[in-house]
């Protein structure tokens, strides 16, 4: 096979390198590692198994099992496509170790022997900060909350993990020490991409544009299917929709990308899909990244033919001075009860529920928390029972496991009889489930001590880039007046023109709307600001929206601070992670001008005025 000088020396000289995904997250679609190894040519696959949720399960599945940690349905992947990929030289690089990378490799080495295989397999440490947390906020390191401020020590909770968010260099020296499988723990989802392209490319540690090319490649492909039409506004364009092919890129020396996937699997790779993936879950247009900082309003799409999207012009700035961490503490206890309410008066039934609940418990503020939320699907004089059913759902949560479980259930069991009219319950349990709080902080880069660590014994210590305390860059300018004081306006849904993808940021939630023309880019970048966002979503009062504008790809995206209250987790929003929210957005009704609506639509509508603001 030769020595690794030798290997690296191949690498470098290739036009491009394949990288594909089959995990988006823990759960996903398990014969996806299969399709992407057998269904085309490949040079890396790689897996995104981690999410701050996904943290906290692991950290359950480890009270069970003190050998877990990790995902678990990667083994059993890995078992199907191994001797695969070593037959064809394709390397495997996944964050799938979680909190025990050290555990899963040492299983994936039983699993080969087991075959009758020997790759050479690494794994990556150093994330890990629980046991130094003490230790850090004596040297100065309080943890503060990234959305709050407040220190970890004035909250006064027990983290049960604590992981930094690591880099690419330790992928990127595995591979050049001659690895086939890097398990890695918690390191950004787009550094499983960044890593085996510096690899291949030889990149240095301040090759900064080359490597924020790399880093919008991994946010592409990240979500698996989302870049290939999952999740998409405009799903109805599609070509298929069903069992959607998993997204690769081919990365060039340069950085520079083509966004595509296997041919004859289902779905489409255009440029909107991949714009609808390039806005979920930011930020600033300032993408950081342990490596680099990427300029996400640099991203220059273009049609490189059918399933191909070129990725090009993207800038870097140099790597930030600290590591994000994600912390997890256990936050109590939460139970909910769901009523279903029929027909007439459904607010005065669902106060009168209300009522017997809260005087059978001794009050609301028996409990540390309490979520009542009235969800109106009710249709006057429906045709079928149950259009004519709104539901009342109430959520309590507290440090007292018992008050929330049985004697919550209690409570609701016991006014069955003598409640509204048509009471019958949807979902109650006799269990409280416990819940888990996201806590973001940073810590800086140096106290770090991040190591590759082989199967053989070998270890290998990762050098940090050069960094540089992060500014963020200039921005673009507001949002302008509209087109013209003239144009005819019709009311439509938002949608028609504009599409949107959301999703959650810890406590915030994130709106990325785009259009599709840059005559519609104009008139929503005029339009829609955040005081216009506030109006189309009046559950975000009182909270402060973010707004942040990505020309080249005709994009708008939206932060609305603390609307998931502490994170998926624990927030009790019937829709914890924001992912409906955008398409909500895109339902609105709002003034659009005529001229921008599909041909034929509402051609009999009177135009309509502005309304006031």
């Given at each position: ?246 997204p690769l890129v081919e990365v060039a020396a340069d950085g520079s990308c083509v966004v595509t996937k296997h041919p004859g699997t289902g ?236 999703g959650d940021k810890g406590g915030d939630a994130n709106i990325g709307f785009w259009a599709r023309s840059d005559e519609a880019y104009a ?37 609305v601070r603390g609307l998931l209250g502490d994170g998926v987790a624990a927030t009790t929003r019937p829709d914890p992670q924001a992912k ?34």
């Amino acid at each position: 096979m030769g020595d690794s000088t030798e290997k690296v020396k191949m690498a470098a000289t290739r036009d491009i390198l394949r990288i594909g995904n089959c995990s988006g997250y823990y759960g996903d679609r398990f014969s996806a590692a299969r399709e992407m190894v057998e269904d085309g040519p490949l040079d890396v696959l790689t897996g995104d198994y981690l999410a701050e949720l996904t943290m906290l399960i692991l950290w359950k599945t480890r009270q069970r099992n003190a050998s877990g940690g990790y995902a678990t349905t990667f083994l059993a992947q890995m078992e199907q496509i191994l001797g695969t990929c070593l037959d064809r030289n394709i390397k495997v690089v996944t964050n799938a170790g979680g909190l025990n990378p050290g555990g899963l490799a040492a299983e994936l080495g039983r699993v080969a022997e087991k075959l009758g295989l020997n790759p050479s397999i690494a794994h990556i440490e150093g994330d890990d900060l629980l046991d130094r947390i003490p230790d850090l906020q004596k040297r100065g390191h309080p943890f503060d909350h990234l959305g709050t401020g407040e220190s970890l020590a004035d909250a006064g909770v027990e983290p049960v993990t604590a992981n930094a968010y690591l880099g690419a260099w330790g992928i990127t020296e595995a591979l050049r020490a001659d690895a086939d499988i890097v398990v890695c723990p918690r390191v950004t989802d787009a550094s499983l991409v960044v890593g085996p392209a510096a690899w291949a490319f030889d990149w240095q540690r301040d090759d900064w544009d080359r490597l924020a090319g790399a880093v919008v490649a991994g946010h592409i492909i990240e979500c698996g299917p989302q870049a290939t039409g999952g999740n998409y506004a405009f799903f109805t364009e599609l070509p298929t929709t069903a069992h959607l092919g998993y997204p690769l890129v081919e990365v060039a020396a340069d950085g520079s990308c083509v966004v595509t996937k296997h041919p004859g699997t289902g779905g489409a790779v255009t440029v909107d899909t991949v714009t609808a993936q390039i806005v979920y879950e930011i930020q600033t247009p300032d993408y950081l990244n342990p490596d680099v900082v990427a300029r996400f309003d640099s991203i220059t799409l273009s049609d490189d033919g059918p399933d191909r999207v070129r990725v090009s012009g993207v800038r870097g700035r140099p790597a930030p001075d600290t590591a994000k961490v994600c912390l997890n503490y256990e936050g109590g206890y939460r139970n909910s009860a769901t009523f279903v309410v029929t027909g007439l008066d459904i607010e005065a039934k669902a106060d009168f529920a209300v009522r017997c609940l809260t005087d059978a418990v001794g009050g609301a503020e028996t409990f540390a928390e309490t979520d009542i939320r009235l969800i109106r699907t009710d249709k006057e004089n429906a045709s079928s029972n149950f259009e004519a059913q709104a539901r009342l759902r109430i959520t309590v949560k507290d440090q007292d496991e018992h008050k929330v479980g049985r004697r919550f259930f209690k409570a609701v069991a016991e006014f069955g009889l003598g409640s509204y009219p048509g009471m019958y319950l949807e979902q109650c349990d006799r269990v409280a489930s416990s819940y888990g709080v996201y806590w973001p902080a940073s810590v800086p880069v140096d106290v770090l001590d991040q190591r590759v660590v082989f199967q053989d014994g070998r270890k290998l210590d990762v050098a940090l880039p050069p960094v540089r305390s992060y500014q963020p860059s200039e921005t673009g300018p507001a949002a302008g007046q509209p087109i013209t004081d003239t144009d005819e306006t019709i009311t439509a849904p938002l949608g028609l023109i504009v599409g949107a993808r959301s999703g959650d940021k810890g406590g915030d939630a994130n709106i990325g709307f785009w259009a599709r023309s840059d005559e519609a880019y104009a008139w929503m970048r005029s339009y829609l600001d955040s005081e216009r966002l506030h109006d189309l979503l009046p559950e975000a009062a009182g909270l402060d929206i973010d707004r942040y504008e990505l020309p080249r790809l005709r994009a708008i995206n939206f932060v609305v601070r603390g609307l998931l209250g502490d994170g998926v987790a624990a927030t009790t929003r019937p829709d914890p992670q924001a992912k409906g929210l955008g398409e909500y957005l895109r339902s609105r009704f709002v003034e659009i001008p005529r001229a921008l609506l599909p041909e034929g639509y509402a051609l009999d509508a009177a135009p309509k005025e502005e309304p006031a603001r």
